[in-house]
């Protein structure tokens, strides 16, 4: 696909980047190899292949979650600027 300095105008445009002439026409040819490589991947044969989303069978890395005893509340709201009686008071910062 030949890409057009209209079509480079209009991605950065959306991308909102500013590009001059010379950045314009490097960007030109920098996407027309990536579409020309995009026609390299669409052309191998993955029949059969069970897609991935990860390149390790990693299932869940994540520790076991612990029940544990929380801080006391009326502790943690003592050092409080503004409290009521189970939370933080912040000023309204949105009208």
Known sequence: MKITPEMVDYISELSRL???DSEREKMTGELEQILA???VLNGI???G??????IFP???VLRDDVVEASFDRAE???NASWADTETFLVPKAVD
Do not use: F
Request: proline share 5%; no cysteine; glycine share 0%.
């Open 18 to 20: 500013r590009l001059s």
């Open 37 to 39: 490589y995009m026609d």
């Open 45 to 47: 044969d993955t029949d």
């Open 76 to 78: 943690l709201l003592r």
């Open 49 to 54: 292949v069970e897609p991935v989303s990860h």
């Open 58 to 60: 990693i299932k869940n």
